[in-house]
């Protein structure tokens, strides 16, 4: 995985705001969470959320899904995956025996 792809996950997930909306949506599963259950959760404004969502979004670490008119948020776990085996795959590799 490019480092500069993985640069960018970790600054959105660098945001106390951010991180906590990602866990929430980590935590829905693959069926996602609704903006709206979203923004009840974590109390904040949908201006600020929506700015935040969009960040995650960007960065490839979250989807949107619209059934209706209900907007999912949906957490990317491939993506998820590939950027904790980028830095577990250099764990220790500079370790002499």
Same mark, same amino acid.
Request: charged share 25%; hydrophobic share 35%.
């Given at each position: 995985m490019d480092i500069e792809i993985v640069a960018k996950a970790l600054k959105e997930l660098g945001?106390?705001?951010?991180?906590?909306?990602?866990?929430?949506?980590?935590?829905a599963g693959y069926q996602g969470i609704a903006v709206g259950g979203?923004? !009840? *959760? =974590?109390?904040?404004?949908?201006?600020?959320l929506s700015h935040h969502v969009s960040g995650l979004a960007s960065a490839g670490l979250i989807s949107q899904r619209r059934?209706?008119?209900?907007?999912?948020?949906?957490?990317?776990? !491939? *993506? =998820?995956?590939?950027?904790?085996?980028f830095l577990q795959d250099e764990c220790c590799f500079d370790e002499t025996c």
């Open positions: 945001h106390p705001t951010r991180l906590a909306i990602y866990k929430s949506v980590v935590r979203l923004q !009840e *959760k =974590l109390d904040i404004p949908g201006s600020t059934e209706g008119r209900t907007l999912f948020c949906v957490a990317e776990y !491939e *993506k =998820l995956t590939s950027v904790i085996g």
